[in-house]
Structures are given as structure tokens and as C-alpha cells.
């Protein structure tokens, strides 16, 4: 039996005020919008990801497929864990791929309470960074209530 990758970050329960957590992070490059990310104070993460043209359709799509269904809870790619140390952050979570699923770990820097940005994204294989990578992503916050449900049989 082919096996996914173990979550590196352990699930920890976020009790700060870094950032705000009663909505989603999103990224914007050139006129879309990217890569949802709903934090939870139980260290939980889901990523719902998609392609939108509007914040609207983000709201919408969040609304239609995450609170309305049900579904995405049986989705092992969406989910995942985070930790916030004063302004750094980082959360790893597994992506979609041809089993095994791989785990990968963004990391980067608080901000703002609304604001984020990932610098590095690497996997950790036998206590070590692999496939480390440089980015320069910007997560700009939205408010949104009530946010998808953080149970899930992935995510201790």
C-alpha cells in the first residue's frame, strides 16, 4: 500500500491575535483571485483552492461548495495544520497528486493581522527540506461568516 506523506507541523491550538481568523485568506495576481485559506483556532487549515474573478465568486463558491455540502470534508488534500510563532508563520498541508499525496510546507511573514506573505515552500523528508523553493506570495484577508466547518478524520 502506497503511503502519504506525515504532516511534519504538529496541530496546535492557536490562541493569539497575530492574524485574524473569522474569515479567509486569499492571494490576487494580475485580475484573479487565488488559493483560499480558512485558519481555525483548533491549528486546523482547509484550503479550498480555485481560480475567481471576483472576491463575490470566491464568497459564492465558499458558500455553494463548503457550506452548503458537505463533501470536502472527505478530501485529504484539503486539509492541514499551521503555527504561528510572534510574526512568523508557516502551515503544511497535503496537495492533490497521484498517490501517495505529498505534504508541503509554505512559510513567510506576518504583516499585518490582515496580511501575510510566504517566502519558502519546501518538504520536510526525513527531518530535512527538500525541494525548497523561493516564492513571494501576498494573502490579503475577507471576512466571511459563517466559515466552513474545521472537523475532518484527517487532522488530530
Known amino acids: 500500500m502506497i503511503k502519504d506523506d506525515e504532516l511534519t ?15 479567509y485568506y486569499y492571494q490576487k495576481l494580475n485580475n484573479n483571485f ?6 481555525y483556532r ?9 481560480v475567481f474573478s471576483s472576491i463575490q465568486d470566491m464568497d459564492k463558491y465558499l458558500y455553494d461548495e463548503f457550506i452548503n455540502r458537505q463533501e470536502y470534508k472527505n478530501y485529504k488534500s484539503n486539509w492541514g495544520g499551521f503555527l504561528i510563532q510572534g510574526n512568523s508563520m508557516k502551515f503544511e498541508r497535503w496537495y492533490p497528486s497521484d498517490p501517495p499525496l505529498k505534504a508541503y510546507v509554505r512559510a513567510g511573514t506576518i504583516l499585518n493581522d490582515t496580511t501575510f506573505i510566504i517566502t519558502e515552500v519546501y518538504r520536510m523528508k526525513d527531518g530535512s527540506k527538500t525541494e ?3 516564492l513571494n506570495e501576498i494573502y490579503h484577508f ?3 461568516k459563517p466559515k466552513p466547518d474545521s472537523t475532518n478524520k484527517f487532522i488530530n
Open 142 to 144: 475577507k471576512s466571511f
Open 132 to 134: 525548497v523553493q523561493t
Open 42 to 50: 483548533n491549528g486546523v487549515l482547509l484550503a479550498t483552492g480555485g
Open 9 to 23: 507541523l504538529t496541530r496546535t491550538n492557536y490562541t493569539s491575535n497575530q492574524l485574524r481568523i473569522d474569515g
Open 34 to 39: 487565488f488559493s483560499i485559506y480558512c485558519f
